[in-house]
């Protein structure tokens, strides 16, 4: 009878220092992440940084912190345009470059060009004006600008002069000046694609 129940006894006793083990694996796995020690030890190489922030426990990775070999935002911005088959695909590189020298948050100009013009697909005939700058009520023409890069600059400078340097910085305040007449949709859907940028 015993040499019988023998074999078994060995099963048995195998597959529960088996488990026992990899739960202590799992719980050192646990551990690590939760004291940052090694803080990209665990994440999947398979993960696209482009498409979501990377979690770990206790901690959010930002997306643009884990690209460290060249700076994302223009891709984000680009790959934004290409979705909405924006006439401003290429753009930006100047986007970004002309967000930061004015310190305006770099998905702020897109999202405004998103909600004013359908991303350039909406504008006064050769005018180059996504971002409805200088359109007002009853009037067609609007302001025109020699190029994409010119419109960008422009209005980012304006931004900064005429709503940034008053403590209208963000969309429902820059609103309240830019669009006085919207309920509320226009700092809505700027807000969206502002977050659909990093998407």
């Keep these: 009878m015993l040499r019988?129940?023998?074999?078994?006894?060995?099963?048995?006793?195998?597959?529960?220092?088996?488990?026992?083990?990899?739960l202590s694996l799992v719980w050192l796995t646990i551990r690590v992440n939760q004291t940052n020690n090694f803080p990209y030890l665990f994440l999947s190489a398979s993960r696209n940084v482009f498409d979501s922030p990377s979690k770990i426990p206790g901690e959010t990775i930002n997306v643009l912190a884990a690209v460290k070999a060249a700076d994302a935002r223009p891709v984000l911005i680009d790959r934004f345009l290409a979705k909405h088959n924006s006439p401003m695909i290429g753009q930006g590189e100047t986007f970004v470059e002309i967000a930061d020298q004015y310190g305006l948050d770099w998905?702020?100009?897109?999202?405004?060009a998103f909600q004013e013009s359908s991303l350039g697909k909406k504008i006064p005939d050769g005018s180059?004006?996504?971002f409805g700058w200088a359109i007002?009520?009853?009037?067609s023409s609007g302001a025109e600008f020699?190029?994409?890069k010119h419109s960008i600059e422009i209005?980012?400078?304006?931004?900064?002069?005429n709503y940034f340097s008053q403590g209208l910085t963000t969309p429902e305040k820059i609103m309240t000046k830019y669009t006085p007449n919207s309920n509320g949709s226009w700092a809505v859907g700027v807000r969206f694609a502002m977050g659909e940028i990093i998407q």
């Design 4 to 22: 019988a129940t023998a074999p078994f006894f060995y099963i048995f006793a195998w597959l529960l220092i088996s488990f026992t083990i990899l």
């Design 107 to 112: 998905k702020l100009l897109p999202a405004i």
């Design 128 to 130: 180059y004006n996504p």
């Design 136 to 139: 007002y009520s009853g009037e």
């Design 146 to 148: 020699e190029n994409w």
């Design 155 to 161: 209005v980012a400078r304006g931004l900064k002069t």
